[in-house]
């Protein structure tokens, strides 16, 4: 059920991933929560890809500002760079992950190099979030 609600919050990002990443570390541990989180955030972010690749800028316009949208647009316009651009952010705990998957159905990225980014570059950052948030919980929770 963690996993639904992790696909979801990707596709639709009204809860912050961050907070719901927390969440799964809480719950299930760092081991569990990585793998819950991981495989829900995958296909939430493939997921999210091929929305906006098959309905276009209309899906977005549904989810995201019109300001968001011209702050990104740039990115959108340099052709493969976007593609590096987009890697290297995923591999970020604080990049914008869920808008940049919208945004990457927007360019020519091919399915295949979004898939491959996400399952190479997405399990460090959720790795770093699960070990960093496992070891505040280790050092909080004699205090609580």
Known sequence: MF??????????????????????????GAKWGFVYNYIGISIGSIASFLLVRRFGRNFISLLVPEKTMAKYQHYLDG????????????????APDDLLCMFAGLTKMSVKKFVTIIVLCKPWTILAYSLGL???FKFIAPYL
Do not use: E, W, Y
């Open 3 to 28: 996993v639904l609600l992790q696909i979801i919050q990707v596709i639709f990002p009204v809860i912050p991933g961050g907070l719901s990443t927390v969440a799964a570390i809480a719950m299930f």
């Open 79 to 94: 052709g493969t760079k976007f593609d590096r651009v987009f890697a290297i952010a995923i591999l970020m705990p604080v």
């Open 134 to 136: 496992n070891t505040a």
